[in-house]
């Protein structure tokens, strides 16, 4: 018990008690109208609770739809987070891992309480790395966020086949911002017998609440995974079918997903006008250097939370902003003036 009071364990967002601050430091999808996810919630509200959840093979065949992947390669679970931890605790356990930093702290944090010892490669300037420094690492186990939260890049497709076809070992892609990205590796991930990808309803389908995410993977890693591992009954009936009724309205979604885009392009303009270094991003989120220390506060005192992420490469006052609605990213924008002048 005192070992695991050591550990520091994933820092919540803060919450202040006033209700108007624009939320742009958790990356969910605020430009998705809460009307049209409370009209998701109504169609959800349709179970009946007294019964242990039964749609689980539904969403798949929806996922499977969607994905274009067999609906034996996936996986449903509580979060993508859940069947990270899952995966590692299970599939890693008394191994040795690798991954990349800056990246995803959650991954850590679970190595460190699962007692897998873990090397970190840097990313170097350009926000990437040489697949010799994973592959070469003598791990048994890697993982990678792509796009990585916190620096926003997708990693080239062709960097990522070098490590899956050059790794010796399980690799695990975390595509959790991949619907803001330029491709996926899902098609590796079903028919490779080393590669799990995750990926969550909580980014891109705005229902962060609900806790749903699913991986994907060979059928022999989803039978083990689904008979052995998996709770029987880890995510809600209600939640099941909220995501099934977000990707009913997928083609809506998608029209969003492409305004975030064209958003995240604006903001990038408009903090590089303003001679804010921001870092181009293929995620739902923008990383830049506000280049003193004060920015988080002031920006939390003009009524804006972003998250603070420190020293990246270089760069040792960043933070990363999540793209939201027009009307968002320019309260951001004028509130990052203000924080930003004198
Ligand atoms: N992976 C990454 C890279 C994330 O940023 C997050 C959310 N912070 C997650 C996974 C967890 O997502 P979920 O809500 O599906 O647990």
């Given at each position: 018990?005192?070992?695991?009071?050591?550990?520091?364990?994933?820092?919540?967002?803060?919450?202040?008690?006033?209700?108007?601050?624009?939320?742009?430091?958790?990356?969910?999808n605020?430009a998705l109208p809460l009307d049209l996810i409370k009209e998701v919630m109504r169609e959800a509200?349709d179970?009946?609770?007294?019964?242990?959840?039964?749609?689980?093979?539904e969403l798949?065949?929806m996922i499977?739809r969607y994905a274009?992947?067999?609906?034996?390669?996936?996986?449903?679970?509580?979060?993508?987070?859940?069947?990270?931890?899952?995966?590692?605790?299970?599939?890693?356990?008394?191994?040795?891992?690798?991954?990349?930093?800056?990246?995803?702290?959650?991954?850590?944090?679970?190595?460190?309480?699962?007692?897998?010892?873990?090397?970190?490669?840097?990313?170097?300037?350009?926000?990437?790395?040489?697949?010799?420094?994973?592959?070469?690492?003598?791990?048994?186990?890697?993982?990678?966020?792509?796009?990585?939260?916190?620096?926003?890049?997708?990693?080239?497709?062709?960097?990522?086949?070098?490590?899956?076809?050059?790794?010796?070992?399980?690799?695990?892609?975390?595509?959790?911002?991949?619907e803001?990205?330029?491709?996926?590796?899902?098609?590796?991930?079903?028919?490779?017998?080393?590669?799990?990808?995750?990926?969550?309803f909580s980014k891109a389908f705005g229902l962060?609440?609900a806790?749903v995410?699913?991986?994907?993977?060979?059928?022999?890693?989803?039978?083990?995974?689904?008979?052995?591992?998996?709770?029987?009954?880890?995510?809600?009936?209600?939640s099941l079918r909220a995501a099934m009724a977000m990707l009913r309205r997928v083609e809506r979604v998608r029209r969003v997903i492409d305004g975030l885009?064209?958003?995240?392009?604006?903001?990038?303009?408009?903090?590089?006008?303003?001679?804010?270094?921001?870092?181009?991003?293929?995620?739902?989120?923008?990383?830049?250097?506000?280049?003193?220390?004060?920015?988080?506060?002031?920006?939390?005192?003009?009524?804006?939370?972003?998250?603070?992420?420190?020293?990246?490469?270089?760069?040792?006052?960043?933070?990363?902003?999540?793209?939201?609605?027009?009307?968002?990213?320019?309260?951001?924008?004028?509130?990052?003036?203000?924080?930003?002048?004198?």
């Open positions: 018990m005192v070992e695991l009071s050591m550990l520091g364990g994933y820092t919540k967002p803060e919450r202040p008690e006033s209700k108007n601050m624009l939320r742009m430091d958790t990356n969910e605020l509200l179970v009946d609770p007294r019964l242990y959840p039964e749609q689980y093979d798949k065949v499977s274009n992947v067999s609906k034996d390669s996936i996986v449903i679970g509580n979060g993508s987070d859940q069947l990270i931890d899952l995966a590692l605790s299970v599939f890693c356990k008394g191994r040795r891992g690798v991954t990349i930093r800056p990246t995803f702290t959650f991954y850590r944090d679970r190595c460190m309480l699962h007692g897998i010892g873990l090397d970190e490669v840097m990313l170097d300037d350009e926000f990437t790395f040489s697949s010799g420094s994973i592959n070469g690492s003598g791990a048994d186990v890697c993982y990678i966020c792509s796009p990585n939260n916190p620096t926003g890049n997708q990693f080239s497709r062709d960097l990522m086949m070098e490590v899956i076809e050059g790794f010796d070992g399980l690799i695990m892609v975390d595509e959790a911002y991949a803001f990205a330029g491709y996926s590796l899902k098609d590796e991930a079903a028919k490779r017998d080393n590669l799990i990808l995750f990926r969550t962060a609440g806790r995410g699913y991986a994907i993977a060979s059928r022999e890693i989803v039978d083990v995974f689904n008979r052995v591992v998996q709770y029987p009954y880890p995510v809600s009936s209600i885009k064209a958003e995240r392009r604006w903001l990038y303009e408009q903090m590089s006008s303003i001679g804010i270094k921001a870092f181009r991003s293929d995620a739902n989120f923008i990383l830049f250097d506000a280049r003193r220390d004060d920015v988080h506060a002031r920006l939390k005192e003009d009524g804006v939370l972003v998250r603070r992420i420190g020293q990246v490469g270089r760069y040792s006052t960043c933070l990363r902003v999540t793209v939201g609605s027009r009307e968002m990213n320019e309260g951001f924008i004028d509130s990052l003036k203000r924080a930003t002048s004198a």
